[in-house]
């Protein structure tokens, strides 16, 4: 799975924040967004889950290096958008470019990089809204990208008729603004009045407008919110929940909003009353307000506060104001299906009075009119629960049913759920053997939606269900973007220092010789609850596969593969496990003689991009090709670098004494030592990333050039927290990339 894909990566269907700091572009309280999932084509592990999360005791951690800190020399780079560290950044940029795009491969790779991403071929990926099917597209005439809609039977056509509501880059063009679209947030079950999402350059703070879906027009007068990381949902058509800074004491220290207003139509927007306020001291994704609306009328005005980045308060609007719900910190609240509240549990959850537990992973219902009437004391059913080897992924409901997937052995499963009389029952899906699934849209009007299917060497297709039938048949397959006819996929296993055995996927050519000298990708992600299972890239098949290169992904601890147990061992002080298995991924494919030490590159973006500068730092001698991609790098800092606070969950805290001792063994920029003989990284960044943000980057390639090190830097100017903010500029990040591959690995 390339890093690009796992930027967009969100934990759950309903949450609106991101689990961790690779999220969504925009979040909007009632948004669903497709989780990258993929067919998988070998045969799963058969090693219990058991084995694989045993909690290691301290002793039988790897030993990190020395946590004496270093003078931060550098932090003059902290001024993102100042004349000298724009100087710097400018002529890093330059260096880099006139050594990787003067290459002979660059701009061949550039030309196929943009042939795939604009390729007509492409799967329209489908949105449900008001009973028509929607499609965000992107192409050679539509750089930013548009908005259309067709009728149900006419997208199961070979050549839909799209009619277009909405062209980014003909607004950009009559506002002269680079803008790009960050999805709509429309009113339920109509979904007719929409906000659209607009950030300037790709950044995660948008600016927000409505929009009339049906006319395809603004409405003149309607509700307009200013750039900022915003959080709002539709309380009915003339009234907003919003999230945002109100002014002084409104955002926390993480920079996200801690006070909900409500917003009355006609109204200005400082007249908005407050409904809801936290704490600065929230460091969570801030205080999020959501309305859940089912098919049957029943409807929830809810705010989510997010104490830390895994713990939350839920709160539901009722007469007298919000109440809190008796719910443990680390739920969540998926949504609303004929009157039940549908709840995953992070945590294992004995309500007050009850004698029976629910285990950590399972997926539960609470009546809705019992919730109102003792918010406090409440009495889950079970829906779904975990066994050894399979854990829930995603739900998402229909009109009637709710449609659940889990992860068996990084395997997919589907089912549809249904509530009568006072009991849930179940009904597997006819998903194809082997393969991982993923909800691509669920319709709120009637029991139809859309699975996806996908992996490293088959196309994504899409699969036509109804939920009330429990059928699901082929609707429509991508033609292939490569040649993957002499590729095959392996799944593999490694031993990680404390024992655990860690799965990994490989794909390479059926002749592939085991003597070492192949070239060889390996990538992971390692955090925050996300799982990462096959996907299909048609860059990296066109550009690394199909030239001879092996491509392999580990499923370390720190993910979401094997449930929250998987996660929660490589938390704060843990993370050495995190780093431990993706080096042992490492060993095992020298071990094997797929490659070598010469011929071994890795890469990561975002928590991946720590990843890859611990693994840097830690094992210099183990890679010959570093991609460190929007990456946190300065773990002693991170807490006030853009949005850093809002992930002491995951990484700790440099004000914990014992916390701020690990920081320093495993930050990269800490770690870095003159006189060691490193690879040559390519790191990459954004001026406009305002989640993580370029300082790291920044400091982590002086630190480099202080100690005489050589680094290709490269900081470019739009995309936020990902590879550009078009497919043009996407093209050329990713031949970057692939040429500097090229350079270490293949010649």
Known sequence: MHFRNRLKAIGKARKCVPRGVCGLKICFATGKTRLATALITVVAATVSFQARAQQSSPAQLSPVPSSTEQPDNYTWLEDIHGERPMAWVKAEDARTAAVIEKDSHFAPLEAD?????????????????????????????????IVRRTTLKDYLTAEPKWETVLDYDALSKEEKQSWVG???????????????????????????????????????????????????????????????????GTMSEAGYPITVREWKRGEPLESAKEVFRGDV???????????????????????ERNLTTFESEIYIMLPGGFKKLGLPRKDQVEGLLDGQLIVTLNQDWTPEGQTNGFVQGSVVSLDLAAVEKDPEHLNPMVVFAPTAQEFEKEVGTTKNHLILTALNHVQGRAYVYSFSDGAWTRKQLPVPDNQTVDISTASRTDDRFFIALEGFLSPPSLWLGDAGKGSLELAKTQKPLFDASNDVVEQLEATSKDGTKVPYFVVHR????????????????????????????????KLWLERGGVYVSANIRGGGEFGPAWHEAGLKTHRQRIYDDFYAVAQDLVTRKITSPRKLGIEGGSNG?????????????????????????????????????????????????????FLASISPYNQ??????????????????????????????????EFHEPFFYDEITEGGHGAGADSKQEARSRAEFYTYLTMKLME
């Open 182 to 248: 960050h999805g709509l947030l429309c009113l339920q079950p109509e979904e007719e009045l929409c906000l659209v999402a607009l950030s300037a350059g790709g950044e995660d703070a948008a600016t927000l407008r409505e929009m009339n879906l049906k006319t395809g027009k603004f409405v003149e007068g309607g509700f307009v919110l200013s750039r900022g990381k915003q959080r709002v949902a539709w309380k009915d058509k003339d009234t907003l929940l919003i999230g945002r800074d109100w002014g002084t």
């Open 281 to 303: 001291k929230d460091n969570g994704y801030g205080d999020n307000p959501f309305v859940l609306r089912d098919g049957q009328g029943h409807h929830a005005a809810m705010v």
């Open 510 to 541: 059926k002749d592939t010789p085991y003597d070492g000298s192949n070239p060889t990708l390996l990538t992971a992600y390692g955090g925050f609850q996300i799982p990462i299972t096959p996907q299909y890239s048609g860059v990296n098949g």
């Open 113 to 145: 990089a943009l042939k795939v991403l604009e390729s007509p071929e492409r799967l329209a990926e489908p949105e449900f809204r008001g009973g028509l099917v929607y499609n965000t597209w992107r192409d050679a005439d539509h750089v930013r990208g």
């Open 672 to 705: 870095l030592k003159p006189g060691v003989h490193y690879p040559e990284p390519l790191i990459f960044t954004t001026t406009k990333d305002d989640r993580v943000g370029p300082v790291h980057a920044r400091k982590f390639a002086a630190r480099m050039e």
């Open 609 to 661: 991009g720590l990843l890859m500068g611990v693994e840097f730092t830690q094992h210099p001698e183990m890679w010959n090709a570093v991609i460190i991609a929007v990456p946190l790098l300065d773990m002693l800092a991170f807490e006030h670098l853009s949005a850093g606070a809002s992930w002491v969950g995951e990484y700790g805290s440099a004000s914990v004494p014992e916390e701020r001792a």
